[in-house]
């Protein structure tokens, strides 16, 4: 290998370790259990969540996570919902953020970073998500 070829892959090595120049997250396959899903929040910025127990856990696209009971999240529609999850009944509770009545149901419809429609349900602690 010449020295330039080799730079250059050591760099590219270096790189995919450190994920740089990477997809921040990669888009799950439709019918697949995960650990964590790529949503976005109510003003368009790109999180993740894993569960954290029956609360969830928060990771931002860059910076420090935090854990929370509820998650704010946008539907396929592009409207705000916030939902938390109901041990008891294994059922999220969603809440318009605009106000109004609220609803249990088994699974959450979000949109990924790409703006793609997904349902998920809770599997353990992980995710089973189908696309839309």
Known sequence: MGGKTFAASATAVVAAILGLGAPAQAQPQSGQTVI???YTTCDGSR???TWAGDSFYHQPEKGAGHADR???YRTWGGACWSAT???????????????GA?????????TDWDGVAWTTTR???GWKVTQR
């Open 102 to 110: 609220g609803h249990h149901d088994t699974i959450l419809n979000f």
């Open 47 to 49: 999180w993740t969540a």
């Open 36 to 38: 964590d899903i790529p």
């Open 70 to 72: 509820r998650i704010d």
């Open 123 to 125: 599997v353990g602690d």
């Open 85 to 99: 999850w109901d041990a008891a009944s294994r059922r999220f509770h969603h809440t318009p953020k605009s106000g």
